[in-house]
Nanobody, 121 residues
């Protein structure tokens, strides 16, 4: 199995910054894309940012210029630097990864347990 463990969430004032981390561990042969999603109360989970193993990134329009996703492939870790946070970005942030457990296995999707980010006004 592959486990994803997030850290770095917390309470921050509007305009502040947080950095989320997500470390993948377990039986890992390779990891392709990794990303961050968020889910606010009463809303659907939405994509925030993704990054491939070659470094190509994708962001939801609302965070472009404020959030940066990057990864340390040697550590199977992905980060999300969040600047100029807004109260409406209060949500549980989930780490996501597409990984293979062996060269024979298919690529499967994995999720972390989520980390709470609260932005106060």
């Amino acid at each position: 199995q592959v486990q994803l463990v997030e850290s770095g969430g917390g309470l921050v004032q509007a305009g502040g910054s947080l950095r989320l981390s997500c470390a993948a561990s377990g039986s890992i042969f390779s990891i392709n894309a990794m990303g961050w999603y968020r889910q606010a109360p009463g809303k659907q989970r939405e994509l925030v940012a993704t990054i491939t193993n070659s470094g190509s990134t994708n962001y939801v329009d609302s965070v472009k210029g404020r959030f940066t996703i990057y990864r340390a492939n040697a550590k199977n870790t992905v980060y999300l630097q969040m600047n100029s946070l807004k109260p409406e970005e209060t949500a549980v942030y989930f780490c996501n990864a597409w990984a293979r457990q062996s060269w024979l296995s298919t690529e499967d999707e994995y999720w972390g347990q989520g980390t709470q980010v609260t932005v106060s006004s």
